[in-house]
Structure formats: structure tokens, C-alpha cells
């Protein structure tokens, strides 16, 4: 719960403080933002199920943010990185899904 | 007897996102922790990291998402340059129109003054030009058209339920052959070189932009035009307007119009004066932009 905490306090910061990213790195938040998104889902779902632990959230959370955009970097790279964000974000987009639908789920017994 | 091969089995890719979207890190994590409860001092710790870590990563989501959102401020601050650029080129313009305005004005009043003593005869003629042609301001009765959009509700309008340039050309012409002396389409004065046409969406009369409602003056015997127009096409063009696309008209007669000049006549054609005609044949005019 504290890292659920934690984290919208941190969102809360960043809309008031709005933090500038470096140029770099713009290229990758898309895929960061859809990756996040996907974190925060299974952890709902985590929640709901009664497994939720901060320690493992924080490590998806961040491990997916950077994989998601080591991907698309490496991608870049490569010269296929439309195709690899576009690959990245259809993975994400069925897991965040199908945690939906398990929240869902639970939350409707439906 | 062989193993047997799931019949999705190229699909497992799928399968296994679709089964077991979620990290099997939480399950796992859960049981280690009910298995062995770590101490207190371990738990906060852990809690503090937690609590640090999660701030951060919030920060920078949000941050993420805020860049995201706006634009950046290299795009905003081009818009802003290019902003004061066309209002700054705008101020421009409008003060050379006045300063030219001043000129012609002045030049009209030397004209004016230098043909007084010299030639009443000349100037009585030029002064009759003037007003045919338009260049001077005019005054008398008339009739005073308004041709208004249809009303769109909002939504982006249909092209015909917009006043067209080729309506006010039709009413502008209909109102030259039925007598009419000087007309002018929303305070710009038409002359015989005026053009009204439209540019996408906007109609241009004399290259200027003018917008709904159109009003159509024209100086001239009211009744006899209002006849004549009635006795033409362009009354029942103007029905069809109203009738098919819903364009208002309205007419009313006016017994004092006054309509601007469009400004001193601009030199295009010159010809050389007292010379041998056989030259004059030659040199077929003097042009000037």
C-alpha cells in the first residue's frame, strides 16, 4: 500500500512541480507511459486477488518502463523502431486487457 | 507412439499472455511471505525504500505524462513569434494604407487647386469621371441590399448555404444594368476594375475580405432600379437564394447613401503626346505597375 501511496504522491508532485524531460529521451515515453499503465493494472488486480506486495510492484513498475523503452531504443537502432513500439504496445495492450477483465472479474463477479 | 502436440501449440505466444497476464512475482512473493515473515526493523526499512522509490517513479509517470500533454515550449514560443510577426506585418500594412489614403487625399487637393485657376473646364470634367468611375466618394438615394448566411447551428456550414461571390456578382450586375450610378459591397467601393471572387471559404471584393452579413449599396433612382431588377433574372436568382439555400435578403430603399471613393485612379496606360504619328504608332504606351 505504501508504494500505492507513494506513487500518486509523487504524480501529485510532478503535475505541480511538471519536470522537464530531456529531449533524449522523449522519443520513449509512449511506450514508458503504456508500460506504466500496464504495471498499474496488474497491481489492481493484485490488490484484488490479495497477493499485492509493494516490493514486487515497484520492480514490475520499473523494469517494465525500462524494458519497454530499452525495446523501442533498441529498435531505433536498428531502424525498426515503429514496428518494435508497435509490437511493445500490442503486447501491453493484451495484458492490460486481460488484467482488466480479471478485475473486472472480481468486481462484478462477471 | 509419439508426444502429442497440442493443436494450438503455435499459439502458446498467445496463450500465455492471454492466461497469466499478470507477474507471477506477486503469487510468488505472497507465499515466500506467508512461509516467513520477515522482523520488524526489516519491514521498515523496506517500507522507507519503498516509500522513496515510489515518489520517484510518481514523479517522473506524471512528469512523463505532463510532457506528453503540452506543448513544448520551443513549439509554443515559434507560435508566439509568428503571432506578433503577422500583427506587427498587419500594423504595418494599415498604417501604409493610411499614409497612402493621405496622399491621394492630398494629391486630389492639389489637383484640385492647380486646375481651379488654370482650367474650372478640365476640372468640372475630371470631377465627372471621378464619380463615374468611383474613385471619389458619393452620396444619394438608393437601395440597400443584405444578403445574410444561412444559419449553420455551429457545425461547420455547407458551401451553398454560404453567400457565394458569384451571388453578389449576379446582384452587383443586375444593379449596373438597371441603372445603378456607384455601388459598394460592404463599404469597399466597386469600380469597373473591382473583381469579387472567392478564396476558399471567404469572398475578396477588391481584394479585400469581407464576411456575411453582405451589404450591397447602390446609388441610383430607387424606383426605377427596384423596377428593372424585378423585370430582370436577378430577382428570381435571389428568391432561389432565400428559397433553396436559405439566404436571407433583404432590400430597403434609401434616400441617403454615402459611399466611400475607391482611392485615386492608379496611371496604367500612358501615351506620348505631340509627337510625329508615326512614332505614337510605335511606341504603343507606356505602362506602369
Redesign the interface.
Given at each position: 500500500m505504501?508504494?500505492?501511496?507513494?506513487?500518486?504522491?509523487?504524480?501529485?508532485?510532478?503535475?505541480f512541480?511538471?519536470?522537464?524531460?530531456p529531449t533524449v529521451l522523449?522519443p520513449y515515453?509512449?511506450i514508458?507511459?503504456v508500460a506504466?499503465l500496464d504495471a498499474l493494472f496488474?497491481a489492481l488486480?493484485?490488490i484484488l486477488?490479495?497477493?499485492?506486495?509493494?516490493?514486487?510492484f515497484?520492480?514490475?513498475?520499473?523494469s517494465n518502463v525500462l524494458v519497454a523503452a530499452l525495446i523501442v531504443f533498441l529498435g531505433d537502432q536498428l531502424g525498426v523502431g515503429s514496428q518494435l513500439s508497435t509490437a511493445v504496445v500490442v503486447?501491453l495492450g493484451?495484458?492490460i486487457f486481460?488484467?482488466a477483465a480479471?478485475i473486472r472479474r472480481h468486481l462484478f463477479k462477471a | 507412439m509419439t508426444t502429442v502436440r497440442r493443436v494450438d501449440a503455435s499459439m502458446s505466444l498467445l496463450n500465455d499472455l492471454m492466461r497469466q497476464p499478470i507477474d507471477g512475482d506477486y503469487a510468488a512473493a505472497h507465499a515466500a511471505r506467508v512461509a516467513r515473515p520477515s522482523s520488524r526493523p526489516q519491514r521498515l526499512t523496506r517500507s522507507g525504500l519503498v516509500l522513496v522509490v515510489a515518489v520517484v517513479l510518481g514523479v517522473v509517470l506524471s512528469g512523463a505524462v505532463v510532457n506528453l500533454r503540452a506543448p513544448t515550449a520551443a513549439l509554443r514560443a515559434s507560435r508566439q513569434l509568428l503571432v506578433d510577426q503577422v500583427s506587427e506585418r498587419t500594423q504595418q500594412a494599415d498604417d501604409l494604407a493610411a499614409a497612402n489614403a493621405a496622399m491621394s487625399d492630398q494629391i486630389a487637393a492639389l489637383q484640385a487647386q492647380a486646375l481651379e485657376s488654370s482650367d474650372p473646364q478640365l476640372l468640372a470634367r475630371l470631377r465627372g469621371y471621378e464619380l463615374a468611375s468611383g474613385a471619389i466618394a458619393t452620396i444619394g438615394p438608393g437601395l440597400v441590399f443584405e444578403l445574410t448566411d444561412a444559419p449553420g447551428d455551429g457545425a461547420p456550414a455547407e458551401p451553398t448555404s454560404l453567400v457565394q461571390d458569384v451571388d453578389l456578382r449576379v446582384l452587383v450586375n443586375g444593379l449596373w444594368a438597371a441603372g445603378a450610378e456607384a455601388i459598394a459591397v460592404n463599404g469597399v467601393r466597386l469600380t469597373a476594375t473591382s473583381p469579387i471572387r472567392s478564396v476558399h471559404q471567404a469572398v475578396f471584393v477588391n481584394l479585400v475580405p469581407v464576411t456575411s452579413p453582405y451589404t450591397v449599396s447602390a446609388i441610383g433612382d430607387p424606383q426605377t432600379m427596384q423596377t428593372r431588377l424585378a423585370q430582370g433574372t436577378t430577382s428570381s436568382y435571389l428568391a432561389l437564394l432565400t428559397s433553396a439555400y436559405g439566404i436571407a435578403v433583404s432590400t430597403k430603399a434609401a434616400d441617403h447613401l454615402e459611399l466611400p471613393g475607391a482611392g485615386a485612379s492608379v496611371l496604367r496606360y500612358a501615351e506620348l503626346a505631340d509627337v510625329a504619328s508615326s512614332d505614337a504608332q510605335d511606341s504603343e504606351g507606356v505602362t506602369t505597375p
Open positions: 505504501i508504494a500505492v501511496i507513494g506513487l500518486l504522491l509523487g504524480a501529485l508532485a510532478g503535475i512541480l511538471e519536470p522537464s524531460v522523449q515515453l509512449p514508458a507511459v506504466a496488474g488486480r493484485a486477488d490479495g497477493t499485492f506486495d509493494d516490493r514486487v515497484l520492480v514490475s513498475f520499473l503486447v493484451i495484458r486481460s488484467n480479471a | -
